[in-house]
């Protein structure tokens, strides 16, 4: 199909669906179909506007139509040298470049690079009455207007359907190396911490079944002189990968424990070690599995100033950290105004359509 | 009822407060500094023309407004106290940090109240484990890195005015600076925000922990020039200081040249914390003033900056050269001292006090275009130098394609002005043209506010007045800013049409 056919198809869709009133369900692959609070309306499938429509490696920007998918990305990035460097989580299948923005979720790198948001440079939206509309662009500056395309990453199709994403790549680091090194789950997050504010390139720091584990990236000087400041051993190219991989795509054995919070808090704060632990993001991340840590998560997090979602498992409602009153509110004027008839995902980012 | 105190029109209407024309009435306006009176110390409230003259217009002189009053408030409550006075009385409040804003984004409304965060200038905690500085918006820039200094971390967005701009200027902004390549803009570099809406409400977005539930708030917020919310404190992102620094200067005899060498050391797989260019107009102009050694006979200079450990500089530093070597450069010099490196940047960042000293006035232009451009803009200033009479000199953030050219005028001198705004309207047209943007990092304000009716269709317009009405339903923040009504688009647009159908579009006109 065209991509003049596949978008009029997208945008035929949801005029229907907004003169009827009958939710639309966004979708692309589905890899992430246990995400968000819930699923609703009837299935708009996304693939189908695909294609990258700009590469330039000299630009360090890519511009893909939102059903390409991530697999195809990868592979051109990686014909030049280059990657998306958030690693957006594929899980275990091969989302699509709209589903990844849209989720906005970010891998290992992230306490490294930045998050998903971080490298959105423009995205177009097809909002409820149909039309298309583009925000940002595919240059690196860019403050003209509202940040429309950083808001869209994350938001679940809480606004409209992303279209196209034009987004920023970076060069593959010239060098990587893993390190492992036996501490308990206190002494990896004060390590992690203290090495933080060195000049280091640490491009990944977790911390599973007592052993702290440790990536370089960047000039091959640097990662030589940090892995001699940092000790430890050495892990083989195969071995990292897979590691990083379990971690990014959520198939580390840790995450097959069929209950798992997210636990989002500043990278010092002290919470309860647990049995059940994984740290990520140099200690920005924790992960508990089991059902011990339960709805306690949320209490402990908003106790340190953070965030805490039930991932899988246990009907906790709602399963994303709630919001305050007044960031509620916002929610609700932006969906009056973007999605006044509540066609888009209802109720799968935050259920704000009952108080509106 | 008296017409300020109208129902809100709905959002596809013109918003109360955007027409700058707009008057209260004599009594109306008394009423509205007697209540901030009433509120705030009597140095925290100017009313006199005198006192308020300070406050007419930002780091962008050509625009300016006498506001109703100033309000100078210490605290966070006396930020909201402020706030719900000026809702309650229906006149619009435009936050200002230093005042250092080169797009009018600051410049007042006659009926407004100005809100100067300068006095909310402390930093609350540094914290060197976290790697994180929590401080108020009044904060300078550069005091954050002081601060953190101790600690071997800095914070890393360095825009050029960042002695004297604030924290609390720069989140309204987004603002970059020469190293935002490699480290990022304020976007990237803000953790959190906690701010006031227009009705006193308070609002805590982002923070210490990564991940936020719902809408990114705070990427929306950040950049948004005063329209959505007022921030009261600001939690920044530290970064390691790299142990060394050296920049690599390489001069070529073509702009075009100087173009494609930035483009390959890129496609070398090399992020430079800065890359900068510089026209030949541009360096003779600085050149007596800082005397940085600069290339005279170069038709361009590019400065490329390599960080990190001596080792990995060391290795950067030749390669960069090799690159550059390669595109053609007819020179190399590489600092070897941070005497030297500041020297080499000197030039750079006084190209701006440099266009002042060189000629009466000087218009800064902000676009960015994709990097691969550059050659066509530049001859396309060219061809418009000769076209509107005036000359231009050009720097750039090359790396991230932000152009500032700047272009050289005389206000005293009929006429001149008036070219001088449509040279650089039509500067930022072929920015859009070219597939970037009208602006990089100065933001919209009062400046560009037309040329955003080139940029977005009426609709992408309208959806960002969705936005500001879902955090300001009133209006009354920052109004006439940043997003043009639709009738000012179609204002200019007629008026463009006809000066394009103009004959002999390559006189200068008046």
């Known amino acids: 199909m065209s991509a003049v056919a596949s978008l009029r198809e997208i945008q035929e869709r949801v005029i229907d669906a907004n003169r009827s009133g009958a939710p639309l369900r966004l979708r692309g692959a589905g890899t992430k179909d246990f995400y968000g609070e819930r699923l609703e309306g009837e299935l708009l499938d996304l693939r189908s506007h695909r294609g990258v429509i700009d590469y330039e490696p000299s630009e360090l920007v890519i511009t893909a139509r939102c059903g390409t998918p991530l697999s195809e990305i990868e592979a051109l990035l990686a014909a030049h040298g280059q990657f998306l460097a958030f690693e957006p989580p594929a899980f275990a299948g091969d989302p699509t470049i709209g589903g990844v923005i849209a989720a906005g979720l970010s891998g290992p790198r992230r306490l490294q690079v930045g998050a998903a948001r971080d490298f959105v440079l423009g995205a177009k939206l097809v909002e409820a009455s149909g039309e298309e509309l583009s925000f940002g662009g595919r240059v690196m500056k860019n403050v003209a207007g509202f940040d429309v395309s950083r808001l869209l990453c994350g938001s679940l199709g809480f606004l409209g359907i992303i279209t196209e994403v034009s987004l920023k790549v970076l060069p593959r680091p010239r060098c990587e190396q893993t390190l492992v090194l036996r501490l308990s789950s206190q002494d990896a997050l004060a390590v992690f911490n203290r090495w933080g504010s060195l000049p280091l390139p640490i491009s990944g720091a977790a911390w599973v079944e007592g052993s702290a584990w440790v990536r370089l990236s960047g000039a091959p000087p640097a990662v030589r002189a940090a892995c001699q400041r940092i000790g430890g051993d050495s892990v083989d190219e195969v071995g990292a990968a897979d590691f990083w991989g379990g971690l990014r795509h959520c198939t580390h054995r840790f995450f097959d424990d069929s209950t798992i919070w997210r636990v989002s808090v500043p990278s010092n704060a002290v919470l309860e070690p647990g049995e059940k632990l994984l740290i990520d993001w140099g200690g920005a991340l924790r992960w508990y599995a089991g059902e011990a840590m339960g709805a306690r998560a949320r209490t402990l997090a908003s106790g340190v100033g953070g965030t805490a979602m039930c991932w899988r498992g246990q009907t906790v409602q709602p399963r994303f950290h709630p919001l305050s009153k007044t960031v509620a509110q916002i929610h609700r004027r932006l969906k009056q105004h973007f999605d006044p008839r509540v066609i888009f995902n209802r109720g799968r980012l935050v259920a704000v359509e009952t108080g509106a | ?510």
């Not at chain 2, 003259?53 to 930002?58: A, Q, S, T």
């Not at chain 2, 010099?333 to 030297?340: D, G, K, L, M, N």
């Open chain 2, 1 to 510: 009822m008296p017409p300020e105190l109208n129902p809100h029109p709905a959002h596809t209407a013109e918003p109360p407060w955007s027409d700058p024309d707009r008057r209260l009435s004599p009594a109306a306006a008394q009423a509205v500094v007697e209540a901030l009176r009433t509120l705030l110390p009597a140095d925290a409230v100017l009313s006199s023309q005198q006192e308020l003259h300070p406050y007419e217009c930002d780091g962008l002189a050509a625009f300016r407004r006498i506001p109703l009053a100033v309000a100078l408030p210490r605290t966070e409550a006396e930020v909201r106290e402020v706030l719900l006075t000026c809702r309650e009385h229906d006149v619009p409040v435009i936050a200002r940090g230093a005042g250092t804003g080169l797009s009018g984004g600051a410049m007042p409304h006659p009926c407004s109240v100005v809100l100067s965060l300068a006095r909310l200038n402390r930093i609350l905690d540094i914290d060197p484990v976290a790697r994180t500085a929590r401080v108020q918006p009044g904060v300078r820039n550069l005091e954050v890195s002081e601060a953190a200094a101790p600690y071997g971390l800095y914070y890393a967005p360095d825009p050029s005015s960042q002695l004297a701009c604030t924290i609390g200027g720069n989140v309204a902004e987004n603002s970059g600076g020469v190293h935002c390549l490699k480290y990022g803009l304020t976007v990237h570099n803000v953790l959190g925000i906690r701010a006031y809406t227009i009705d006193g409400e308070r609002i805590e977005l982002g923070g210490g922990a990564l991940d936020s539930p719902g809408l990114d708030l705070l990427a929306l917020s950040i950049g948004s020039e005063g329209l959505l919310l007022v921030v009261t404190e600001v939690l920044v992102k530290l970064v390691p200081r790299p142990a060394l620094a050296r920049v690599v200067m390489a001069s070529y005899d073509d702009v075009g040249k100087a173009g494609d060498a930035v483009a390959a050391i890129i496609a070398a797989g090399i992020i430079p914390a800065g890359l900068e260019m510089m026209d030949r107009k541009a360096s003779v102009a600085v050149e007596p003033f800082v005397k940085a050694g600069y290339d005279l006979s170069a038709a361009a200079i590019l400065l490329a900056e390599a960080d990190g450990t001596p080792d990995e500089v060391t290795e950067e530093v030749s390669e960069v050269e090799r690159v550059l070597r390669a595109a053609g450069a007819t020179a190399i010099a590489v600092s070897s001292s941070e005497q030297e490196r500041l020297r080499f940047w000197s030039g750079r960042k006084n190209a701006f006090p440099a266009a002042g000293r060189v000629s009466p006035d000087y218009y800064c232009m902000d676009g960015t275009i994709p990097r691969k451009n550059l050659g066509h803009m530049l001859k396309a200033i060219e061809e418009m130098e000769e076209r509107y009479g005036l000359r231009c000199m050009n720097v750039f953030h090359a790396g991230d394609g932000n152009l500032h050219p700047l272009i050289l005028f005389d206000a005293n001198r009929s006429g001149e002005w008036e070219r001088a705004d449509r040279f650089g309207a039509e500067i930022l047209e072929l920015c859009v043209q070219l597939g970037g943007t009208i602006t990089g990092e100065h933001g919209v304000g009062i400046e560009k506010i037309n040329s955003m009716c080139v940029q977005f269709s009426p609709r992408e317009r309208t959806a960002f007045f969705s936005i500001k009405e879902a955090f300001d339903p009133h209006g009354l923040l920052n109004p006439g800013k940043a997003i043009p009504t639709l009738r000012r688009c179609a204002e200019y647009g007629k008026m463009h049409i006809r000066h394009g159908a103009l004959p002999h579009p390559d006189l200068p006109r008046f």
